[in-house]
């Protein structure tokens, strides 16, 4: 049985930083990618940063300059600075193994509050 399993988060004020972590355990195939969501109340689940097992990155446009994922084989971080208020939100950790056949797993969620 896979398990990502997030740490960090909390409630911080506007500017602030942060910093989220997602560690995989159990059996599964070779990572193909992990990478952070979030949902906002209201809103659709949305991409925040991906990290291949190559070491490419791509990121949201609201976010970009300013978040920073890192890998570490089977875990990944993201720091997060100059945290604004709309980024209040549900971060996600998401890993995809496999190749042609893919499989996704996902966290638990971690609530992150920016407000003053």
């Known amino acids: 049985q896979v398990q990502l399993v997030q740490s960090g988060g909390g409630l911080v004020q506007p500017g602030g930083s942060l910093r989220l972590s997602c560690a995989a355990s159990?059996?599964?195939?070779?990572?193909?990618?992990m990478g952070w969501y979030r949902q906002a109340p209201g809103k659709q689940r949305e991409l925040v940063a991906i990290?291949?097992?190559?070491?490419w990155t791509n990121y949201s446009d609201s976010v970009k300059d300013r978040f920073t994922i890192s890998r570490d084989n089977a875990k990944t971080a993201l720091q997060m600075n100059s945290l604004k208020p709309e980024a209040t939100a549900i971060y996600y950790c998401?890993?995809?193994?496999?190749?042609?056949?893919?499989?996704?797993?996902w966290g638990q969620g971690t609530q992150i509050t920016v407000s003053s």
């Open positions: 998401k890993l995809r193994a496999g190749w042609g056949t893919v499989y996704d797993y």
């Open positions: 159990g059996s599964f195939f070779s990572i193909n990618r």
């Open positions: 990290i291949t097992s190559g070491g």
